[in-house]
């Protein structure tokens, strides 16, 4: 099977609630109905709405919504893609290979919310990095790193295979992470600190140190979600647990 991942824009006129509201209704429900399998959708809402801060934008307009889900065959993606267009004024489809770190453990609720909320990183290598340089330190390095410096219940790294729609953005990464709800307005707990200021300036250093590495900073993208798995799926058990420091 293979991972597709479609940035969605919404309509300037529409307001947020009401794209939302027809996202996790109608759309979704036409590509479940359709054979999408593992269907995740992240909107930015009211219930991120204190997490504006840590958004960071450079893609204009930005991005208002991330839906993902898996098919037999990226090919079969047509009446897929027929759906979407039919819903909003833009998309970007993408081809991934998915990476998950560090599974998600928490149980949706009754309406398929995970908890607390998910932060979306779309990566752009740095130019003078060699493209097997970049997965290189993504993947060993930052791995680590990641883990041991942040309070998240969910880490997936999405390589990015093959740019599906024209104009999209040409991203080489996409990384989906789950925090605490708390970790939204306190660094400390985005910073795994444990109320220890010392701790949370040497991991966010740490953290930054390593990505100015190998990321083009000044290009990437940050959303702040609310991620939805339509139909209460989990993830498979991680054949190896990864020590999180």
């Known amino acids: 099977m293979e991972k597709l991942i479609y940035v969605l824009w919404k309509e300037s006129a529409e307001s947020e609630a009401a794209f939302n509201d027809r996202l996790r209704g109608s759309v979704c429900g036409q590509l479940a109905g359709l054979g999408a399998q593992r269907l995740q959708l992240n909107i930015v809402d009211d219930a991120v709405a204190d997490g504006a801060a840590l958004r960071f934008e450079p893609v204009k307009p930005a991005p208002a919504a991330l839906l993902s889900f898996w098919l037999n065959a990226a090919h079969a993606r047509a009446p897929f893609e027929a759906v979407l267009d039919a819903a ?115 991991n966010y250093e740490r953290e930054m140190a390593n990505v100015a590495r190998f990321l083009d900073l000044e290009r990437g993208s940050v959303m702040i979600t609310s991620a939805y798995r339509l139909g209460g799926w989990s993830d498979p058990a991680p054949e190896v647990e990864i020590d999180r420091g």
């Open 88 to 202: 909003v004024p833009r998309f970007a489809g993408y081809q991934v290979a998915e990476s998950t770190v560090v599974p998600n453990d928490r149980a949706p609720g009754a309406d398929g919310r995970v908890p607390g909320f998910s932060q979306i990183a779309f990566l752009f290598k740095l130019p003078a990095i060699p493209y097997e340089g970049f997965l290189e330190i993504w993947m060993r390095d930052q791995t680590r790193v990641g883990v041991e410096t942040q309070d998240s219940f969910y880490y997936c790294q999405n390589i990015v295979v093959r740019v599906l729609t024209p104009g999209a953005p040409m991203w080489d990464g996409i990384v989906e992470e789950c925090y605490p709800i708390a970790a939204l307005t306190d660094p400390l707990v985005f910073w795994k600190a444990n109320g220890d200021e010392a701790v949370y300036k040497a």
